[in-house]
């Protein structure tokens, strides 16, 4: 799949930049938005075909919601930036067995700024 692109006719997408543009595309839609109008406001001659199937994996995913709109569908995140890498996160977590070694290893490589967050927001309830 080639599309043209600013840094030539046939520039390639490095794998996930599609998904990561259409998401940052309706994280910033005050509305769900069908297939289309996500074509049109992407950058570079995308097929309609193309954005369905990207939309379509993203649902598959659990990453978007969609919801009938006519005979097509109209899509929007379930989650904001914070809470998709926040289930990343948990689902490599949960691929472990050591769970508790990744947490340790992940907690001694943090900065010491951010092991002070992390330690007030587990002291307030996660929230």
Not at 42 to 48: I, K, N, P
């Given at each position: 799949m080639s599309e043209t692109r600013p840094g030539g006719p046939s520039a390639r997408r490095g794998p996930g930049e599609l998904e990561s543009?259409?998401?940052?595309?309706?994280?910033?839609?005050?509305?769900?938005l069908g297939a289309?109008?996500?074509?049109?406001?992407?950058?570079?001659?995308?097929?309609?075909?193309?954005?369905?199937?990207?939309l379509s994996r993203l649902h598959d995913k659990g990453v978007l919601r969609r919801t009938r709109a006519g005979r097509s569908y109209?899509?929007?995140?379930?989650?904001?930036?914070?809470?998709?890498?926040?289930?990343?996160?948990?689902?490599?977590?949960?691929?472990?067995a050591d769970r508790q070694a990744v947490l340790?290893?992940?907690?001694?490589?943090?900065?010491?700024?951010?092991?002070?967050?992390l330690r007030r927001l587990l002291d307030e309830g996660g929230s």
């Amino acid at each position: 799949m080639s599309e043209t692109r600013p840094g030539g006719p046939s520039a390639r997408r490095g794998p996930g930049e599609l998904e990561s543009e259409i998401l940052s595309l309706l994280w910033t839609s005050p509305t769900a938005l069908g297939a289309g109008a996500v074509q049109e406001q992407l950058s570079g001659e995308l097929a309609y075909t193309t954005v369905v199937t990207i939309l379509s994996r993203l649902h598959d995913k659990g990453v978007l919601r969609r919801t009938r709109a006519g005979r097509s569908y109209v899509y929007a995140p379930v989650y904001d930036e914070a809470g998709l890498v926040a289930r990343r996160m948990r689902q490599m977590l949960d691929k472990e067995a050591d769970r508790q070694a990744v947490l340790a290893r992940f907690v001694s490589d943090l900065s010491t700024d951010d092991e002070a967050l992390l330690r007030r927001l587990l002291d307030e309830g996660g929230s």
